[in-house]
């Protein structure tokens, strides 16, 4: 296989799939591809859509030890974010920072329906008091859901390339990732 590196170092999404697919159209299709430094949801689709096949990224290590929490919704075709009103202060409409205050009471699960462990066992406001006085198991349990989560938006990516709708599923993606943007500016 061929690893590809050299990104997610400064370049614009615009250069980034411009150089990504002029790499990808020059090697063999039977060959797997890697690419390392690509973790955002929407990076993630480009180098798909790109043809590539394995990422290597410190995305959820990242967000896990910064207190964050993915979010962003799995099923394309939900519009509104988990647990009502997104707040922007805290979070993107991709994920959502856990140590701000405004989790300090909050008793939802990170993800409504999300089936992880720690999903099913603590709340928003349990792990916000965890992250604030430093307790390692914040970090654990953090890890645990930004896996799952990642995990299941991988999933859906291979469904979707299965059903051959993987087109369809990334401009979903982006579609509604815009309009929870704009939702959050306003």
């Known amino acids: 296989g061929f690893w590809i590196g050299g990104f ?3 370049e614009s999404v615009e250069e980034r799939c411009s150089l990504l697919n002029a790499v ?4 063999p299709l039977e060959k797997p591809r890697i690419v390392s430094r690509l973790g955002l949801p929407e990076e993630v689709l480009e180098g798909v859509a790109s043809g590539i096949d394995l ?10 030890m910064g207190g964050f929490a993915l979010i962003f919704p799995i099923d ?4 509104e974010m988990q647990n009502g009103v997104f707040d922007s202060s805290a979070g993107d409409s991709a994920k959502i920072n856990l140590r701000a205050t405004t989790y300090r009471k909050d008793m939802s699960r ?3 329906g999300c089936t992880c462990f720690t999903c099913q ?24 859901h930004n896996t ?5 938006f ?7 390339i299965k059903a051959g709708e993987f087109d369809i599923f990334w401009k979903q993606f982006v579609e509604n990732r815009r309009s929870q943007i704009a939702a959050a500016a306003m």
């Open 8 to 10: 997610g170092l400064g």
């Open 24 to 27: 990808t159209d020059c090697l």
């Open 55 to 64: 990422f290597d990224s410190t995305y959820i290590y990242q967000l896990t």
């Open 76 to 79: 394309m075709v939900e519009r």
């Open 110 to 112: 990170i993800v409504d």
């Open 121 to 144: 066992n603590h709340t928003r406001a349990y792990l916000n008091h965890l992250i604030n006085v430093h307790e390692m198991l914040a970090q654990i349990l953090l890890e645990i």
């Open 148 to 152: 799952h989560h990642y995990l299941r």
């Open 154 to 160: 991988f999933r859906s990516i291979r469904e979707a």
